[in-house]
C-alpha cells in the first residue's frame, strides 16, 4: 500500500481523535487484496466519523468485520470500528477491537490501540464501592503501554520536526517530506499520552485504596477487627504512594491495639513515626499506651 494514502487517511484520524499515529503502510499485505466494496465501505464509515456520525459508522463497519480478512484495509477497519465504539461510549466494544490489533504486531495501528484500550477500560472503572475489575485492567493496559513504548528522546524529536519542516518549506510536494515530518511530530503526541499514562495509572491506584480502605474501615464498624486489620495491611503494602496509606496505618495500629496486640502495634507505630516524624507529638499518648501493656 502507498505510504501517501496511509499518511493522508492517518492526518483524518489525528484531527478526530487528537492521537498522532506513526505513518507507514497499514499491514503487510498487498493493497490489491482490498476489494473494491470493502474498499467503498470504508471510504462511507470514514466519513460517517468524521461527521461524528458514530452509531451510522458503527453499523457499515460490522458489515465489512469479516469481508475485510486478509485484506490490506483489515487493521483500518478495525481500528476504525474500535474508534466508533469508543466515541459512542460502547467502551467494552471498543477495548474488544482495540485487543485485536495489538495481536496483529505489523500493523501500525498497534501502539495507538494499547493505548486507547487502556483509556477504554479507564472509562469503565466505576465508582470506588464497586467492584474494581475494569479498573485494575486499565492500570495494567497503562503499565503495558508504558512497557512497550517508552518515552523517546524529546530533544532528537524537536530537532526531526524542524529539520523536516524546513525541507517542506522547500519543496512542500515530497511525500517523503511529509511521512518523516508527520513521524516527527507524532513523537510530541506519544510523550503527552506516556504522561497522560503515569498520571492515570496514579489516579487510578488512588481509586483502588480507597476501595480497599472503605472495606477496611466497613470492618471496623462491624467489630472485625482481624478483617479490618488485613485490609488496612492491604493499602498499606499494595498502595504506600497513595493518601489512604497514612489512614490506613493509624488504622492498623488502632485494631492491633483493640486486639491487645501490643508488641505488633509498636512495630506498626515506628514504621509510621518513621514515615510521619511530624506525628511524634500527636501520638505519643498511644505511644505511652503500647509501652505500658508491653511490659505487663
Known amino acids: 500500500m502507498p505510504g501517501s494514502r496511509f499518511f493522508l487517511r492517518a492526518v483524518l484520524m489525528l484531527l478526530s481523535t ?31 466519523y468524521d461527521k461524528r456520525d458514530y452509531q451510522s459508522a458503527v ?32 467502551y467494552l466494544l471498543a477495548a474488544d477491537m482495540f485487543a485485536r490489533l495489538q495481536q496483529m504486531t505489523l500493523s501500525p495501528f498497534a501502539r495507538t490501540a494499547q493505548f486507547m484500550s487502556a483509556k477504554s477500560y479507564e472509562h469503565l472503572s466505576p465508582h470506588f ?12 493496559e497503562f503499565a503495558l503501554y508504558l512497557e512497550l513504548y517508552p518515552v523517546p528522546d524529546a530533544a532528537k524529536s524537536t530537532s526531526d520536526a524542524d529539520t523536516w519542516k524546513e525541507l517542506l518549506k522547500i519543496n512542500p510536494d515530497n511525500i517523503s517530506y511529509k511521512q518523516n515530518y508527520a513521524k516527527a511530530i507524532a513523537q510530541f503526541s506519544r510523550i503527552d499520552s506516556l504522561k497522560y ?34 485490609f488496612f495491611d492491604e493499602v498499606i503494602s499494595r498502595y504506600p504512594d497513595t493518601i489512604y496509606n497514612k489512614p490506613a496505618l493509624e488504622g492498623k495500629i488502632d485494631m492491633q491495639i483493640k486486639r491487645k496486640k501490643w508488641f505488633d502495634a509498636g512495630i506498626t507505630l515506628d514504621q509510621y513515626l518513621q514515615l510521619y516524624p ?9 505511644k505511652d499506651k503500647i509501652v505500658q501493656n508491653s511490659k505487663s
Open 278 to 286: 511530624d506525628k511524634q507529638k500527636e501520638m505519643k499518648g498511644i
Open 129 to 140: 464501592e464497586l467492584d474494581q475489575q475494569y479498573t485494575r485492567k486499565a492500570i495494567d
Open 18 to 48: 487528537g492521537l498522532l499515529i506513526s505513518t507507514g503502510c497499514s499491514s503487510s499485505k498487498p493493497a490489491a487484496t482490498a476489494t473494491s466494496p470493502v474498499a467503498e465501505g470504508y471510504a462511507r464509515a470514514l466519513k460517517l
Open 197 to 230: 499514562s503515569e498520571k492515570a495509572i496514579g489516579t487510578l491506584k488512588e481509586k483502588l485504596a480507597k476501595n480497599t480502605y472503605f472495606i477496611a474501615r466497613q470492618y471496623v464498624q462491624l467489630g472485625k477487627y482481624k478483617a479490618a486489620g488485613i
Open 59 to 90: 453499523f457499515g463497519l460490522e458489515s465489512l468485520l469479516f469481508t475485510s480478512r486478509a485484506t490490506a484495509l483489515e487493521d483500518d477497519i478495525i481500528y476504525l470500528l474500535g474508534m466508533s465504539y469508543y466515541q459512542s461510549g460502547d
